[in-house]
Protein backbone atom coordinates (compact mmCIF):
# COMPACT_ATOMS: atom_id res chain seq x y z
CA UNK A 1 0.00 0.00 0.00
CA UNK A 2 0.60 3.60 -0.97
CA UNK A 3 0.83 6.94 1.39
CA UNK A 4 -2.50 7.54 2.39
CA UNK A 5 -3.36 3.32 2.05
CA UNK A 6 -3.87 4.09 -1.48
CA UNK A 7 -3.67 0.52 -3.57
CA UNK A 8 -2.97 2.02 -7.66
CA UNK A 9 -0.82 4.18 -9.22
CA UNK A 10 -3.68 6.00 -10.31
CA UNK A 11 -4.88 6.07 -7.03
CA UNK A 12 -1.78 7.55 -5.66
CA UNK A 13 -1.00 10.14 -7.66
CA UNK A 14 -4.49 11.57 -7.14
CA UNK A 15 -3.12 11.40 -3.28
CA UNK A 16 0.05 13.19 -3.83
CA UNK A 17 -1.82 16.04 -5.98
CA UNK A 18 -3.36 17.36 -2.75
CA UNK A 19 -0.84 19.66 -1.39
CA UNK A 20 -2.38 18.77 2.26
CA UNK A 21 -1.16 15.16 1.29
CA UNK A 22 2.73 16.11 0.22
CA UNK A 23 4.54 15.57 3.43
CA UNK A 24 3.04 12.02 3.06
CA UNK A 25 4.10 11.31 0.37
CA UNK A 26 7.34 12.45 0.72
CA UNK A 27 7.64 10.46 3.15
CA UNK A 28 6.92 7.54 1.91
CA UNK A 29 8.95 8.41 -1.42
CA UNK A 30 12.27 8.38 0.67
CA UNK A 31 11.29 5.60 3.29
CA UNK A 32 10.82 3.19 -0.20
CA UNK A 33 13.93 4.55 -2.21
CA UNK A 34 11.89 6.28 -4.50
CA UNK A 35 14.28 9.20 -4.28
CA UNK A 36 17.44 8.08 -6.44
CA UNK A 37 19.02 11.77 -6.71
CA UNK A 38 18.75 13.76 -2.89
CA UNK A 39 19.19 17.19 -4.66
CA UNK A 40 16.23 16.46 -7.06
CA UNK A 41 13.84 15.71 -4.03
CA UNK A 42 14.82 18.65 -1.94
CA UNK A 43 13.89 20.94 -5.32
CA UNK A 44 10.87 19.06 -5.55
CA UNK A 45 9.81 19.34 -2.37
CA UNK A 46 10.04 23.18 -2.06
CA UNK A 47 8.39 23.30 -5.68
CA UNK A 48 5.06 21.65 -4.08
CA UNK A 49 5.46 23.98 -0.58
CA UNK A 50 6.29 27.00 -2.49
CA UNK A 51 4.82 26.64 -5.70
CA UNK A 52 6.44 26.54 -9.77
CA UNK A 53 6.07 28.91 -12.05
CA UNK A 54 2.89 30.23 -12.35
CA UNK A 55 2.07 29.06 -8.79
CA UNK A 56 1.24 25.58 -9.75
CA UNK A 57 1.82 23.06 -6.77
CA UNK A 58 2.25 19.77 -7.70
CA UNK A 59 3.10 17.30 -11.21
CA UNK A 60 0.42 17.27 -12.83
CA UNK A 61 -0.79 21.18 -12.40
CA UNK A 62 2.85 22.31 -13.03
CA UNK A 63 2.83 19.97 -16.12
CA UNK A 64 -0.61 21.33 -17.15
CA UNK A 65 0.39 24.97 -16.64
CA UNK A 66 3.75 24.38 -18.58
CA UNK A 67 2.20 22.64 -21.37
CA UNK A 68 -0.20 25.61 -21.84
CA UNK A 69 0.93 27.72 -24.77
CA UNK A 70 1.75 30.75 -23.29
CA UNK A 71 3.70 29.24 -20.49
CA UNK A 72 6.73 27.64 -22.10
CA UNK A 73 9.18 30.41 -21.71
CA UNK A 74 8.40 30.57 -17.63
CA UNK A 75 8.60 27.41 -17.46
CA UNK A 76 12.10 27.07 -19.03
CA UNK A 77 13.17 30.07 -17.17
CA UNK A 78 12.07 28.51 -14.07
CA UNK A 79 13.44 25.10 -14.58
CA UNK A 80 17.17 26.92 -15.52
CA UNK A 81 16.75 28.65 -12.54
CA UNK A 82 16.22 25.77 -9.81
CA UNK A 83 18.59 23.79 -11.87
CA UNK A 84 15.69 20.96 -12.44
CA UNK A 85 17.62 20.66 -16.05
CA UNK A 86 20.93 20.23 -17.97
CA UNK A 87 21.88 23.37 -19.71
CA UNK A 88 22.31 21.67 -22.63
CA UNK A 89 18.35 20.81 -22.35
CA UNK A 90 17.58 24.21 -21.73
CA UNK A 91 19.63 25.23 -24.56
CA UNK A 92 17.68 22.56 -26.43
CA UNK A 93 14.00 23.58 -24.91
CA UNK A 94 14.94 27.27 -25.63
CA UNK A 95 15.79 26.89 -29.54
CA UNK A 96 12.45 24.89 -29.61
CA UNK A 97 10.06 27.79 -27.96
CA UNK A 98 11.74 29.98 -30.98
CA UNK A 99 11.19 27.51 -33.53
CA UNK A 100 7.36 27.51 -32.34
CA UNK A 101 7.12 30.87 -32.65
CA UNK A 102 7.99 31.16 -36.44
CA UNK A 103 6.22 28.69 -37.10
CA UNK A 104 6.71 24.51 -37.69
CA UNK A 105 5.73 22.67 -40.58
CA UNK A 106 2.78 23.25 -41.88
CA UNK A 107 2.48 26.15 -39.91
CA UNK A 108 2.27 24.35 -36.50
CA UNK A 109 2.23 26.72 -33.52
CA UNK A 110 2.50 24.05 -30.14
CA UNK A 111 4.40 20.95 -29.55
CA UNK A 112 1.49 18.97 -30.12
CA UNK A 113 0.12 20.39 -32.74
CA UNK A 114 3.23 19.91 -34.73
CA UNK A 115 3.71 16.43 -33.06
CA UNK A 116 0.20 15.63 -34.81
CA UNK A 117 1.84 17.29 -38.14
CA UNK A 118 5.14 15.32 -38.15
CA UNK A 119 3.14 11.70 -37.18
CA UNK A 120 2.17 11.89 -41.20
CA UNK A 121 4.22 10.35 -43.26
CA UNK A 122 3.60 12.40 -45.65
CA UNK A 123 5.45 15.50 -43.37
CA UNK A 124 8.33 13.37 -42.12
CA UNK A 125 10.62 15.11 -44.51
CA UNK A 126 9.92 18.79 -43.50
CA UNK A 127 9.54 17.75 -39.89
CA UNK A 128 13.04 16.60 -40.55
CA UNK A 129 14.68 19.49 -41.95
CA UNK A 130 12.40 22.16 -39.95
CA UNK A 131 14.06 20.16 -36.60
CA UNK A 132 17.51 20.31 -37.92
CA UNK A 133 17.56 23.62 -39.53
CA UNK A 134 16.06 24.84 -35.88
CA UNK A 135 18.77 22.77 -34.16
CA UNK A 136 16.42 20.71 -32.43
CA UNK A 137 17.75 17.48 -32.86
CA UNK A 138 21.80 16.38 -32.42
CA UNK A 139 24.46 15.69 -35.52
CA UNK A 140 24.54 11.60 -34.70
CA UNK A 141 20.78 11.94 -35.01
CA UNK A 142 21.05 13.70 -38.37
CA UNK A 143 23.28 11.41 -39.42
CA UNK A 144 21.53 8.48 -38.95
CA UNK A 145 18.38 9.94 -40.09
CA UNK A 146 20.53 11.02 -43.45
CA UNK A 147 21.70 7.49 -43.46
CA UNK A 148 18.21 5.80 -43.06
CA UNK A 149 16.91 8.24 -46.27
CA UNK A 150 19.56 7.13 -48.70
CA UNK A 151 19.09 3.70 -47.46
CA UNK A 152 15.06 3.97 -48.21
CA UNK A 153 15.73 5.59 -51.46
CA UNK A 154 18.24 2.94 -52.46
CA UNK A 155 15.56 0.39 -51.78
CA UNK A 156 13.09 2.02 -53.57
CA UNK A 157 14.94 1.79 -56.59
CA UNK A 158 16.16 -1.96 -56.31
CA UNK A 159 12.89 -2.83 -54.92
CA UNK A 160 12.19 -5.45 -58.16
CA UNK A 161 15.55 -6.91 -57.04
CA UNK A 162 14.38 -8.07 -53.79
CA UNK A 163 10.61 -8.75 -54.43
CA UNK A 164 9.82 -12.34 -54.60
CA UNK A 165 13.49 -13.44 -52.82
CA UNK A 166 12.91 -15.60 -50.05
CA UNK A 167 9.62 -17.20 -50.78
CA UNK A 168 9.46 -20.99 -51.64
CA UNK A 169 6.33 -22.91 -53.34
CA UNK A 170 4.67 -23.00 -50.92
CA UNK A 171 1.91 -20.30 -50.14
CA UNK A 172 3.14 -17.22 -47.76
CA UNK A 173 3.14 -17.64 -44.30
CA UNK A 174 2.23 -21.67 -43.89
CA UNK A 175 4.72 -23.83 -42.37
CA UNK A 176 6.66 -25.72 -44.76
CA UNK A 177 5.65 -29.94 -44.74
CA UNK A 178 8.06 -32.57 -43.90
CA UNK A 179 8.68 -33.23 -47.99
CA UNK A 180 10.07 -29.65 -48.27
CA UNK A 181 12.77 -29.95 -46.13
CA UNK A 182 16.10 -31.79 -47.36
Known sequence: KGPGGCATFDACEDFCENPENQEACFA??????????????????????????????????????????????????????QGLIKPEEIEKAKRGIQALKNGGPAGCKTKDACETVCQDPANQEACFNWAKSNGLISEEEVRFMEEAKKFREEFEKRRGEFEGKGQSDNRQGEFPGPSQFP
Not at 35 to 57: D, M, Q, R, V, Y
Open 28 to 81: FAEENGLFTNKEAAEKIKLISKEGGPGGCKGEKACRNFCEQEGNFEACISFAEK
